[in-house]
């Protein structure tokens, strides 16, 4: 028989949200960045260009944010990456799961300080 898995008390995490335009990751930690639950558009069956659609962020926020509530999740925080469409959805989403309050929202999309060098111009 399995050994069932014991339910973490953490009452605090950050809610990372990455949005491409590919796909929409949803991931719960605690406050020391241990993952306490995830979920993705292409976990829960979303194919193709479905994947990244607003109503699949919404689903995986759904579905992320029921099993971190199985964990104690009570107060979040959000952290937003990425130019994707579901990005804005996927925040609301959160904000309006029942019994979650949201603290802070911060995006953290990274921005090139001019890093790499381009590519050489194209001669046609």
């Given at each position: ?22 796909n ?61 469409s ?11 799961t ?27």
């Open positions: 028989m399995a050994k069932k898995k014991a339910k973490k008390n953490i009452a605090k995490g950050v809610v990372y949200v990455a949005a491409t335009f590919n929409t990751v949803i991931t719960v930690t605690d406050e020391m960045g241990n993952v306490i639950s995830w979920s993705s558009a292409g976990a829960l069956g979303f194919k193709g260009s479905k994947k990244s659609t607003p109503f699949a962020a919404t689903e995986a926020v759904a579905d992320a944010m029921s099993k971190a509530m199985e964990n104690g999740i009570k107060e979040v925080g959000i952290k937003v990456q990425g130019p994707g579901g990005r804005d959805t996927a925040v609301k989403a959160i904000g309006a029942e019994g979650i309050r949201v603290t802070s929202l911060k995006d953290i999309t990274p921005l090139p300080h001019n890093g790499c060098r381009p590519p050489k111009k194209r001669r046609v």
